[in-house]
Every structure is written in structure tokens, then in C-alpha cells.
């Protein structure tokens, strides 16, 4: 089935340790998103691809960093930079942010820091 | 004033009840609308696009106002199964980046028996 696998569902990270988030699509699509989303918040945009090997800053990048070597593939790493971590991260992806088109999510991430 | 807002909740409503969502959005070039249901620890999925002749599914309707910037999102005969958070999203256009989704904070519905 083709879809938007994010793993794991759930980690814990000890402070000051960088962990990583893993996305992957079989859609085709080009663009791919990740968003996080804070209890009772909207969802907030970490970074964006267009298309592979490019990448750009959404509005909560700090902290954060992204690559995108595959068209398939987005990984998020989280690094010790990022000071308030805990929360649900979702990757997404569709056929590009100017095409209108609507955007599909991931099972999510959640993140917890101890 | 956030670039998308929604009506605040929790909406409590019994079975049965109509109940309907407001959305306004900033920016009066925005071009592509959706509403998305989020339930409890789950990812958004697409609910519904709005076109601005307005649109129907089943219990559903939702409906684009671009003079007053706003939409709307309209559920009637209230299933239990309806309860959830219901999200505003919006296309911002971008000089030389195409667009760029702004989510709404999201408005809780209950549906109790």
C-alpha cells in the first residue's frame, strides 16, 4: 500500500543527545514536510524539500536539521540545540506546495525527553 | 492577528446536534483551503477540500467566504464517532516558492450520547 512510514512511533531521548526520525514515501511525491505539533497547538513548520537535495528553513527550524539524499526519504535529526524537544513530530508529503494539493501525514513521532 | 484561526473549544454537543466551524484567514491571496480531522494522538487526515462554490459529503458541508475571508465547516446529525479535533488549513502563495500550508490551532468537537 503506498503510504508515509515515520519510526519510530515513540523515543526517549536523554538531554543533550541528538536522535534522529525517520520518514520515508512511496507516493512519488516531491515535496516532503515535517511539522511539529505541541498539546492543544496547531501544527508548526520545521523544514521543507521541494525536491531531492534541497531543502528549506520552515518557522520553528532551530535546533533541528534535515537532508534529503532520496526522493523517497526526509529524515529529521532533533540535535541538543533544540531546547524544548518533547512533542509529536509529523512528517508529510505531496505533489509540491504551490500545486494546491492536498498533503498526507505520517503515523507520527513522539518524543520525550528524560 | 495568526495568519489562521480557529474557533476556539472544546465544543460539547449531543448526538444528533448540527455544529458548525469557523476559520478566517489573513492573507487575501490564499488560494486552496481543506479541513483535516485529527483524532486523539493520531495523525491529520484530509477531511474535506472547500471550493468556493461550496461542498457537500454526506453530513458534511463546507463553505469558503473570500470577502470576509473565513470558512466554514458544517457537520450535522452529530455521530459519537465525529468527536475529535477538527483543523483549518490553508495555501498561503509564496513570491518564487509556490505555496506553503498554514495550519489553524484546531477546534475540539465532543459528541457525548
Known amino acids: 500500500d503506498g503510504g508515509i512510514t515515520q519510526s519510530p512511533k515513540y523515543l526517549f531521548r536523554k538531554e543533550g543527545q541528538n536522535v534522529t526520525l525517520s520518514c520515508e514515501q512511496n507516493l512519488n511525491h516531491d515535496a516532503m514536510y515535517w511539522y511539529r505539533q505541541d498539546p492543544g497547538q496547531g501544527l508548526r513548520l520545521i523544514y521543507y524539500s521541494q525536491i531531492v537535495n534541497d531543502f528549506q528553513k520552515g518557522d520553528i527550524a532551530e535546533g533541528y536539521s534535515v537532508s534529503r539524499e532520496k526522493k523517497e526519504s526526509f529524515p529529521l535529526t532533533v540535535t541538543s540545540a533544540q531546547k524544548n524537544p518533547t512533542a509529536f513530530y509529523l512528517c508529510?508529503?505531496?505533489?509540491?506546495?504551490?500545486?494546491?494539493?492536498?498533503?498526507?501525514f505520517g503515523e507520527g513521532s513522539w518524543l520525550t525527553v528524560v | 492577528r495568526k495568519e489562521v484561526e480557529q474557533d476556539p473549544g472544546p465544543f460539547n454537543v449531543p448526538e444528533g446536534a448540527t455544529v458548525a466551524f469557523n476559520c478566517t484567514y489573513s492573507n487575501s491571496a490564499s488560494q486552496s483551503f481543506f479541513w483535516y480531522r485529527q483524532d486523539c494522538r493520531k495523525e491529520p487526515k484530509l477531511l474535506m477540500s472547500?471550493?468556493?462554490s461550496g461542498n457537500e459529503d454526506g453530513r458534511f458541508t463546507a463553505q469558503l467566504n473570500r470577502a470576509s475571508q473565513y470558512i466554514s465547516l458544517l457537520i450535522r446529525d452529530s455521530k459519537l464517532s465525529d468527536s475529535a479535533t477538527y483543523l483549518c488549513?490553508?495555501?498561503?502563495?509564496?513570491?518564487?516558492?509556490?505555496?506553503?500550508?498554514?495550519f489553524g490551532q484546531g477546534t475540539e468537537l465532543s459528541v457525548k450520547p
Open positions: 472547500v471550493y468556493s
Open positions: 488549513v490553508v495555501n498561503v502563495p509564496l513570491y518564487n516558492q509556490g505555496g506553503k500550508l498554514i
Open positions: 508529510a508529503s505531496n505533489n509540491g506546495p504551490g500545486s494546491g494539493n492536498t498533503i498526507y
